[in-house]
Structures are given as C-alpha cells and as structure tokens.
C-alpha cells in the first residue's frame, strides 16, 4: 500500500555535510543522530566534534572527514551510479527508517522504486545442502510472484539460492562492503543481473573491504527493509541466528524452515521454532502472516532537518561529569538509570555520552542502552 511520506530533500551543500559527519571517525548511526538532535544541524556538529572529543579523553584530535574527502566520495559514487540518499529523503526505504540504528545515508545503486515493494529476506547457511537451496528457490520464486521482493546479502548458499530464483520478478541484494567491493567477488555477476529491475544497497563507503564484523552490521538493513525473516537451514552459532535476534528486536517476523534433527545445518532452525518462530512447509505460511501487516499504516519518522546554526551548549561541571562516568562500565545502562542514579539532567548526560562516544570510549546499544569498551 502507497503511504504518505513525509521527507526532506537536502540541498547539495547539506549532503556534504551529513557525509561528512557520519564518514567521520566514531560517528555511527545513532551518534549522528544525537549529534544532529543536539546540534540542530550537521555543520554544527562537525564544528563541536574536536571539542567533543578533547572533553572526553580522546588520545588525539578527532578525525573528521575532510570537504575534499567527501567530494571525493560523492563522485565517485556518481561515477558508478549509486545514490547517496539521506534519512528522510523519498526513495530512503520507509520500513528502514524506522529502525533504531538506520544509517544516516544509504549507497543505492540499481532501481531504487524497488525500494517502496513489500519485501521479504531469505537467509540461511552458506553451506547449503541441495534440498535447502531446491526449497529456498521455490518459496523466494513464489514470494515474488505474490508481489513480494526478496531481500538477501549476496552471500553463497542459500542468500544466492534466494536472489537467483527471483530475478525475473526482483530482488534486493544488502552489501556488507562498499558497491565497487563485492563480496564474495564471484557473485559479481549475480549482482549484476539483480540491478537491472531492482537494487542494491550499502551503507560503507566505496573502497571499504568486508571485515567479519561488518556482516552483523550488514544484517540488521537484511531484517530492517523486510516485513518478515525467513531462515532457511542455519547452524547452532550462525550469522543467520544474528538476523534472525535483530528482526526480532525490529519488530519483524520470524519465520524458520524445519529440518532433520540429524542434520547440523537445521540446529538453529529447529531452535527458534521451538522458542517462537512461525514454521515454513509452504509459501502460504509466510503470506497469511504477512498480508495483515501489509494493511497496516508504517509510523513515519520526522526526520532531522538542519537548522540555521548550533544550539546551547553548556559544559557539564567536572564533578558532574565525574558522577557519570563513574557509572559506566562494561555492563549496558540505560541512559535514564545514569540520569537518576548520578542525579543529574538529561541534557548533561547526553552531552558526557556523546563526548566520550566522539573520543571513541563509549559504545551505544539498542534500547537506548550504552556502555564503556
């Protein structure tokens, strides 16, 4: 169904500065936002981020991304055909945005309208036997022709089982490293059937390698675009098991295909079944679950729009900020307890967190959760 989107186009100077920011270093997903929440706007905030980080203990000054660094990027990405699209912005994938963590910009490359389609991801082993891959390709296959687009992360197994089954009707392929750094390097070519009639999508930046905990990172955009997961064979410690913890943290639904008690490949499976998840024989299991959600209207997100200049910024006093830091450690906390228990305000706290964050000393979690490295 068609919803009403409430976006904002940013000007040419306004992307140079989001890139910018989220490309500098210890700025993720839900610091950019604190950082554009606090500041009113990203210039605003690159400007605060060597001060931020001197506050915070960092051992150096803080790396942020040069203009001309930035420049670099968005041509380069012009050059390969990829859009670098903000929060907010139309063809930023509705769904997506809701979640927690959305990147502040989205590397799309392909068709990018494909991005509005109802999708459903397809995950599961690498090494996939012959009866996971023959049911995977028959179920993605089915899903696309009830009007679905699968979504998957290029990965051998049974992700390209999934991508390559639905072709004709599309298929959305998420990457663990920058477009121009495919992973694995022979399903180039599959990725390159995918972009014709649908997308790809990243959040690294161009020339960024895959390391192993980029992957984890790559699946909750998997489970976020998608209004149901389906796991398709996954081993008892399994990258697809993450997906599958992240979907439901997200909100989605779960869905697993049983398989032999005898066969590894289906531990996780046959787990999550037993601790909830929807189970899978046919593709009717799926869709019955989802067309009542389809109906339903996504909440949209206001987006951060920039604002004219920074706003008021009042240094917490050193033993306020001694309290707060005192209460951190590698245990998560939730950001109201450090309220309450260093009796101080919110606007005190979120300034300490964020100048520890920027200094590189302070990990964010969901649920508004952090913690100390």
Known sequence: MDEKRHSVGLSAEQRLDWLRLIRSQNVGPR????????????????EALPTLARRGGANGAAQICSRAD????????????VALVALGEPDYPLRLQMIDDAPSMLA???????????MVAIVGSRNASGAGMKFTQRIARELGDAGFAIVSGLARGIDAAAHGACLATGTIA?????????YPPEHAGLLDAILPARAALSEMPLGWEPRARDFPRRNRLISGLSLGVVIVEAAKRSGSLITARLALEQGREVFAVPGSPLDPRAEGTNGLIKQGAT???????IVSVLQPIMQERIPVREPERPAEGPLVDTEPAADERTRIVALLGPG?????????????????????????????????HGGGLVSTP
């Open 31 to 46: 610091t950019f936002r604190a950082l554009i929440n606090h500041f009113g706007g990203a210039r605003a905030a690159i």
């Open 70 to 81: 930035a420049e670099r990027e968005l041509a380069a990405a012009k050059k390969l055909g």
């Open 108 to 118: 799309i490359r392909g068709h990018a309208p494909a991005l509005a389609l109802p």
């Open 174 to 182: 998420v990457l663990a490293g920058g477009h121009d750094r495919i």
């Open 279 to 285: 189970p899978v024989t046919e593709t009717a299991d």
């Open 332 to 364: 998560p906390v939730s950001i109201d307890d450090l309220v309450r228990l260093a009796k101080s305000s919110p606007a005190a706290v979120r300034m300490v967190l964020l100048e520890l964050e920027i200094a590189g000393r302070l990990e964010r």
